[in-house]
């Protein structure tokens, strides 16, 4: 006799208790899909339960990445579900296909870091801190106070009127 070596976790369990790495890595992937349904689905309500217009929206996800479609009532609203999207736990990156019914001007983003205020992105984008409620409202309502930002949060700065 002696000892044999094998693969330890190559072919079928033994007595069929337990499944092989085929097996659990369809389950594993079958789980992750499913996840990541459940997780659009809460973006899309999310999305729906703000007022946020969009016609046929979609969310889906893989892995940390997002896909938006939809038609967005205005610019505004399309940036808005961008960022309630972005803004989410576990996701990296957006990939923006929705359009738009009423065109207007893009706004610009900024990503907060650390020391942030709205007054002193205003400062920064409008040359004049009180202009802070401008960046509160467009960013509205997913904001609900303008003392609670956090670094790595995006927020919208649209162009003044």
């Known amino acids: 006799?002696?000892?044999f070596?094998?693969?330890k976790n190559a072919g079928?369990?033994?007595f069929g208790i337990g499944k092989t790495e085929a097996e659990e890595a369809a389950e594993s992937a079958a789980a992750k899909l499913k996840l990541e349904e459940a997780a659009a689905k809460k973006l899309e309500e999310t999305i729906n339960d703000l007022q946020l217009k969009v016609e046929g929206l979609e969310v889906h996800i893989n892995d940390?990445?997002?896909?938006i479609k939809?038609?967005?009532h205005d610019q505004a609203t399309k940036e808005k579900v961008v960022l309630v999207v972005g803004?989410?736990?576990g996701i990296a990156t957006v990939n923006d296909q929705m359009t738009v019914e009423h065109v207007e001007p893009e706004a610009q983003f900024h990503t907060v870091v650390s020391g942030d205020t709205l007054g002193k992105i205003a400062k920064n984008y409008y040359g004049n801190a009180m202009k802070y409620p401008v960046i509160f409202e467009a960013n509205k309502p997913m904001l609900k106070d303008p003392d609670k930002i956090y670094p790595g949060q995006v927020l919208r700065i649209p162009a003044l009127d």
């Open 87 to 89: 803004n989410s736990s």
């Open 64 to 67: 940390d990445a997002a896909t």
């Open 5 to 7: 070596s094998f693969i």
């Open 70 to 72: 939809g038609l967005a």
């Open 1 to 3: 006799m002696g000892i």
């Open 12 to 14: 079928a369990k033994v």
